[in-house]
């Protein structure tokens, strides 16, 4: 396992990510928790020691599955990451109580990594009003009690926003969580981000660096090109290769889905083998032809989900868009998939209310999209 330096602290650059943990009939907060403790262990024995979890993923569940997984280890063994959940504003004001039940789902005493989540247009004018929240101040507070060994945040908004949050709260930073991947190199304006970061020594933790798993489907032509330059790696491989490339990338955070992918992964991170100029520049040309394909750029972060009255499955019918635009003709399965879902479950449903617009990580225009794949496929 290839270790990077934090502060005097080895930490496994491949890190477990707890967003994706595998479910039960397709339910996100029903884990299957059997499989998922069999994942747990087999990266810990092969040399993983960071493992990140938040407070809405898998509908709270997963921190509990987390403590519960290690809570079999000892605890100076591993470091755990959590994050006060900014992305829902309704959350700012009840950072006290959050923090509490956070603790005792993962039946522990205190944090080491704790984040200031999903900073963005939405909530950051919240994170800046210490006068009403007080939440970087609740935080920092922890930090001296012990609860919180290194405070720290992520970041989904756009460079003005980061800069915003940077020039309030920089000094308290430890490191930050950025959206990383070669597709988001400009999109996110994560290279500005990363650099930003370099030039002021602050360590970056990774996170979606498959983009949802979409960088580990590549078109057959990218394939290839990708084959002639390192017969036989994967697509995933790459995505991670690309990552080890990037400096002051301490930690890369993989939300891993089954057994499978948690043994392929730590395989990759068992060895450092980043990418030469002719590597980067084939990479670079791949990311320029997804990104100015069609389609909407979801992640299957499911906050839209937890928010919708409707309860739609936005990152399934998003999928079943994309999949459909990347056809010339559209193709069947997408029209086929929506006949096989309730009225209710469809894209006509969508009310156009915007809860789930207002936590998007990356702010897409969601009730938009639902309008347009109800007009051009479902009806």
Known sequence: MIYKDFNGLSLSMLGMGTMRLPVI????ARIDVPTALDMYDYAYKQGVNYFDTAWGYHGGNSEIVTGKALARYPRNSFYVATKFPGYDVKNFGKHEEIFATQLERLQMDYVDFYL???????NIDKYLDEETYHTESYFIEQKKAGKIKHLGFSVHGTWDTFIRFMDRF????EFCQIELNYLDWEFQDAKRKVEYCNAHNIPVIVMEPLRGGHLC????AQET???QLRPGITPTEWAFRWLQTIPGVTVVLSGMSNPVQTEENIKTFQTKEPLNAEEMAAIEQIAHEMATAKGLPCTACHYCVSH?????DI?????????HLSKEEGGFIAPMALAALPEDKR???CIACGACHDVCPQTLEIPEFLAEFAENVER
């Open 170 to 173: 920089g000094e308290d930073m």
């Open 217 to 220: 489907k590549l078109s057959d």
């Open 315 to 323: 990152p399934y019918l998003i999928g079943l868009y994309n999949e």
């Open 25 to 28: 009939d397709g339910e996100d």
């Open 116 to 122: 200031l989540h999903n900073v963005c247009e939405v």
């Open 347 to 349: 894209p006509s449903a």
């Open 308 to 312: 919708c009255p409707m309860e739609l």
């Open 225 to 227: 090109a990708l084959q």
